[in-house]
């Protein structure tokens, strides 16, 4: 391909009321957007309003999982994330020109239910990796919170990474053995500890190249893991307040940071947004990697899996061939016990 050498390609940081901030590879340039891109924007906010659009509408399984040409409308706003071309006007301003495609969208779940649907607001656009912090011990890693983090990010399409922390001190058997069980189910598995350095540069080439995320209970280790990679990032991302006490969050979206070793980091309004994303019952049981190969076995077509006759889940838990705990983390959950 022939890049036309005016037009440069850039990651939106952040950005509100059509100013942002892109990082390119000549530096962070202040951005707005082109007339043309701006007219796109506003007709794809109102489209999206009078219910035109279909984006999100339909909450079934094939619409959210098997994205076809209507899914994909036009983004009704450039968001932190979104890949954009933009042509420089001098040395620290550019004009963007065009939005990429993107991979991935972090929605914001609104208080106003039925907004949720025709307004859904993008936090983060094209968020490619979630580390989801537990420490082996102090405080005690809670196995239930793991897996509804995991299944939050089946729902999200973005990829999964548990980091064990504080590897350093004694730690229980079951603590390994659950990251054994982890690990057969496809997902990767870190052991860290920023107080003897074990882990901490495989972690840091996971985050290389990649918009990321850092969640977990408080306590756990996340900002140490933050500093240990690149020092003074842990307040920036909002992962401790900083002395002043006062939220940075004035805008709605996220804020990305970059990494001065490559790759970018999301805020705590990306992790907010993370923590607070609804699965509808009937596609929670897909967002259980294991239970995927007997969706569609059980006698009821629109089981969920909880105390059915003729449930292939169930069947397979007897049967052991699906651990029990993970069984019981989705049933928490699809009852609403554990939102
Ligand atoms: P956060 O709330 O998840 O951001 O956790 P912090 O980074 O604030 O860490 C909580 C506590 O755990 C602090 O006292 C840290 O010094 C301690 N800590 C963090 N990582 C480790 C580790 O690898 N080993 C040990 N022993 N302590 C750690
Ligand atoms: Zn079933």
């Not at 005690?140 to 990829?159: N, Q, T, W």
Request: hydrophobic letters at 35%; aromatic letters at 8%; a negative charge.
């Amino acid at each position: 391909m022939i890049n036309d050498p005016e037009t440069l390609t850039g990651v939106v940081l952040n950005g509100a009321h059509g100013i942002y901030d892109v990082h390119t590879d000549i530096g962070v340039l202040r951005c707005t957007l082109r007339g043309k891109l701006k007219k796109a924007f506003a007709q794809a906010q109102s489209a999206k309003l009078t219910g035109k659009a279909n984006l999100y509408k339909d909450k079934s399984y094939a619409s959210r999982y098997q994205r076809n040409e209507e899914d994909s409308a036009f983004p009704s706003r450039l968001t932190a994330g979104d890949y954009v071309k933009l042509r420089q006007l001098d040395d620290n301003t550019g004009l963007i020109e065009e939005i990429l495609p993107r991979q991935s969208e972090l929605l914001r779940k609104d208080a106003n239910a039925d907004a949720k649907r025709a307004s859904a607001q993008t936090m983060l656009a094209n968020l490619d990796q979630v580390l989801i912090v537990f420490a082996t011990t102090q405080p005690e890693p809670h196995f239930g919170m793991l897996d509804r983090y995991l299944a939050i990010c089946e729902s999200a399409k973005v990829c999964p990474i548990i980091c064990l922390n504080k590897v350093d001190l004694p730690h229980n058997q079951s603590v390994e053995e659950a990251a054994a069980l982890y690990g057969r189910l496809g997902y990767t598995v870190t052991w860290t500890s920023p107080k003897t350095g074990v882990g901490i540069e495989t972690l840091h080439s996971l985050l290389r190249e990649h918009t990321s995320l850092f969640t977990g209970p408080s306590g756990v280790g996340k900002s140490s893991l933050v500093n240990a990679i690149e020092p003074g990032m842990a307040i920036k991302t909002g992962l401790v307040s900083d002395a002043t006490g006062k939220g940075r969050h004035t805008t709605t979206g996220s804020q990305l940071y970059p990494l001065s070793d490559g790759g970018w980091l999301a805020d705590s309004a990306g992790i907010r947004a993370l923590a607070t994303w609804d699965i509808a019952p009937e596609d929670l049981a897909w967002c259980f990697v294991e239970f995927r190969p007997y969706l569609g076995e059980c006698f009821f077509s629109d089981c969920l899996h909880v105390d059915e006759e003729g449930c292939a889940i169930r069947q397979a838990v007897e049967d052991e061939v699906i651990n029990e705990r993970r069984y019981m983390s989705y049933v928490r959950m699809v009852t609403g016990e554990e939102r």
